[in-house]
């Protein structure tokens, strides 16, 4: 997705109510752009899509007509909702969603809990894959495994909630899945969402998102920084605000005015 379609995309779904910044939505638009660069082909899946925030820019990321989108949420659906992660509407996702999908057969739902899927239910060949369902740890960690077994090479996972004191389960099953698949590695942690692809693909995503004037381009500059850190024995690349950056002041004001002239 090039740097015009993601920020229409954005504008697109600004007033749909979720938990989906536009550094997020820049992620998920650069990973898309990787992929598309080096020939990655596949489908696209979601876990957990709420009233469809993140979805809009998933729709609009299928680029070619023999790619689906499929989705799998509990909607209505909340006493099976065991970690209480976000109570979707079926109607408001319907809404927001289906209008944009190029065409009625190209969007997959599966209103049920993700542990009721399985490989063989969902088909191989999916590239990109969005993690949000349930939040403890032996619900994230069945998510993870499960978007692993359908994976092409190259794709990638992005998982939601990385990090947050609130949602310690997401962190267990990142590091229990990490610890187990050494196949798979981290390759960046931002925008609360973390990027996790094989280890023979980290490399060419790494090095993308490393890129400051590529990051510039699609809007990710000051006040984000980032550092190189290890992360369950692999070097991850880290997005953040440093502290001092975070209170609007007079500095910080001219800051972002100088390196918005500069990028």
């Known amino acids: 997705m090039d740097t015009a379609a993601a920020k229409r995309a954005w ?7 979720g938990w989906f910044s536009y550094e997020a939505a820049m992620l998920f638009a650069i990973t898309d752009r990787v992929q598309q660069e080096d020939g990655v082909r596949g489908h696209i899946f979601e876990i957990g899509s709420h009233h469809g925030r993140s979805t809009v820019l998933l729709v609009d990321m299928l680029s070619r007509t023999d790619e689906k989108l499929v989705i799998c949420d509990l909607f209505d659906d909340q006493a099976a ?11 408001i996702f319907e809404r927001n969603v289906m209008r944009r999908a190029p065409s009625s057969d190209s ?14 239910d969902l088909g191989m060949g ?28 190259g794709g990638a996972m992005l998982i939601d909630d990385i990090l947050r004191v609130e949602w310690p ?41 490393r890129d400051r004037g590529l990051m510039a381009a699609y809007g990710v500059r000051f006040p984000w920084q980032t ?13 953040y605000v440093h502290s001092s950056d975070q209170r609007i002041t007079p500095r910080t004001l001219a800051k972002r005015v100088y390196h918005g002239l500069r990028s």
């Open 169 to 209: 389960g997401v962190t267990e099953a990142v590091v229990r899945f990490l610890d187990a698949r050494p196949e798979f590695t981290p390759v960046v942690i931002g925008f609360n969402k973390l990027l996790i692809v094989r280890a023979d693909d980290a490399e060419r995503y790494r090095s993308r998102f």
């Open 11 to 17: 504008t697109a779904l600004k007033g749909i109510g």
């Open 107 to 120: 969007v997959v739902i599966h209103r049920k809990l993700s542990q009721d899927l399985s490989a063989d």
């Open 227 to 239: 550092k190189l850190l290890p992360f369950v024995g692999h070097d991850v690349l880290i997005y």
């Open 126 to 153: 999916y590239r990109f894959l969005h993690i949000d369902g349930g939040h403890n740890a032996d619900e994230a960690l069945a998510d993870l495994e499960l978007c692993a077994s359908v994976m092409v090479p």
């Open 81 to 91: 909702n065991v970690s209480a992660s976000g109570k979707g509407d079926f109607a």
